[in-house]
């Protein structure tokens, strides 16, 4: 090993030792595994880098002496550089129409159904909330990890009162029928976004999840079959390494031209 | 006579073809790539069950539904692992027959060396669970496959403290793995 070189120093003796011992490593465990294991979702989000350090830290403790969920961190690796037709990550969104015989789902009793779903939500979110855990999410029925009083909090929502979404286009401004696009400030921590827009009705327009950029191009195909002068009403909401939620989201407007 | 595939498969039926083959084609490189080898045969049914859990999702959301590749890729990347899991609960053969239980080609290595290859891995992890706790995490994740940078990036260090920590705690793993007999 020839330190202070840079990182290039670690790609000589150590990286043929890593390699030696990868295999052993990567070889089916002796003995029984610990009890708990992450959830999938949490070992994806870590694998693919989405997680607080303090989160990620905790899941590489359990790899190390696991080599199931190690095994099942490299499947998320293997899967997360397979690319699909966006750029994974960059925040680009595959519309993902469903079928055409799917239509016979819609009723009108379905959004008057929603509608009152929707108003209860909108309720709740005001009632109060538990505080956000720094549980990694942990699956099982065996003893729960105890969380180390000492390490820090996984990073929830900076400021767990009001609405952390600020939009950057201007309330119930006129928007254009081919296409537009919808911007808001970037909330420090999200990992991503989740983004409605529906009717004034409250039939859904778009509804895309998770986004990583603070930013959407509605497309005009998904406008076509709106009435001129519609009323448009946005939500975003942005998601955490902890998995919450902001609270509150605000609603913001837009008014379809003629 | 030959049933369709559309018919025998009803995520094929449910999703759009291009996404349909896309997430097909890479959810089986990624299984062949990282599945354990005593699901190597059971490979095209996770891929399955993976494209069947993306319909669901699919199915509970409205019409007209857009989704990220990196969500509809982390709903089927959960739903095979929790396959595997589920698999691997009822699986009675237990770990260390998995040698014999397959058929190893000639001039592979043989059931020695894998019994070998996982008492060293039994003993990594041992070691591993003792190394200070940062010098742990830094040299898991380069035995994972990731390179300084990603581990810097993953811990929330940056690439020279992510070296150090790497170089050191590779240190005391090999002095751990003398300890207990195995030289690497």
């Keep these: 090993m020839f330190r202070g070189q840079g990182t290039r120093a670690v790609n000589t003796e150590d990286d043929l030792l890593i390699d030696r011992l990868r295999a052993a490593w990567q070889a089916p465990a002796v003995g029984p595994p610990p009890a708990d294991h992450p959830d999938p979702e949490k070992i994806w989000d870590a694998a693919a880098g989405r997680l607080a350090p303090e989160v990620t830290a905790r899941l590489v403790d359990h790899l190390a002496l696991c080599a199931e969920c190690a095994e099942e961190w490299r499947l998320a690796l293997a899967l997360e550089r397979e690319k699909l037709n966006d750029t994974a990550g960059s925040g680009t969104v595959a519309p993902l129409p469903l079928r055409p015989a799917r239509s016979s789902w819609w009723d009108p009793r379905w959004a008057a159904a929603a509608a009152l779903l929707v108003g209860a939500l909108g309720f709740a979110v005001f009632l109060p909330k538990s505080p956000p855990t720094d549980d990694p999410g942990y699956r099982g029925t065996g003893d729960r990890p105890v969380p180390d009083a000492s390490s820090p909090a996984v990073p929830g929502p900076p400021a767990a009162t009001g609405s952390l979404i600020e939009s950057l286009v201007r309330d119930n401004a006129p928007v254009t029928r081919k296409g537009f696009k919808v911007a808001w400030k970037p909330v420090p921590q999200a990992v991503y976004y989740d983004l409605s827009i529906r009717t004034s009705g409250l039939d859904t327009v778009v509804q895309v999840t998770g986004l990583t950029a603070t930013e959407y191009e509605v497309p005009a195909e998904k406008l076509t079959k709106l009435r001129p002068a519609s009323h448009l009403v946005w939500q975003v909401e942005a998601v955490f390494p902890d998995g919450t939620r902001s609270p509150c989201p605000p609603t913001f407007r837009l008014t379809l031209e003629e | ?184």
Aim: aromatic fraction near 4%; include cysteine; hydrophobic fraction near 40%.
């Design chain 2, 1 to 184: 006579m030959t049933v369709p595939s559309v018919v025998r498969d009803p995520a094929r039926r449910e999703l759009p073809d291009s996404l349909y083959r896309e997430l097909r084609a890479a959810l089986t490189r990624a299984v062949n790539h990282s599945c354990p080898s005593w699901l190597t045969a059971e490979s095209e049914d996770l891929v399955q069950v993976a494209l069947l859990r993306v319909v669901d999702v699919l199915r509970r959301r409205e019409e007209e539904t857009a989704l990220s590749s990196f969500y509809l890729k982390r709903a089927a990347y959960s739903a095979v692992v929790d396959e595997i899991r589920r698999r691997r609960r009822r699986r009675e053969v237990p770990i260390e027959d998995e040698a014999g239980a397959i058929e190893l080609p000639t001039g592979s290595p043989g059931p020695s060396d894998h019994a070998a290859s996982r008492e060293l891995g039994s003993a990594i992890r041992g070691c591993l669970g003792a190394l200070i706790a940062s010098r742990r995490q830094a040299v898991t994740l380069r035995l994972q496959g990731h390179s300084v940078v990603d581990v810097g990036r993953r811990l929330g260090w940056d690439a020279k403290k992510a070296e150090n920590l790497i170089y050191r705690g590779m240190a005391d793993l090999r002095q751990c793995l003398e300890d207990k007999g195995h030289a690497p």
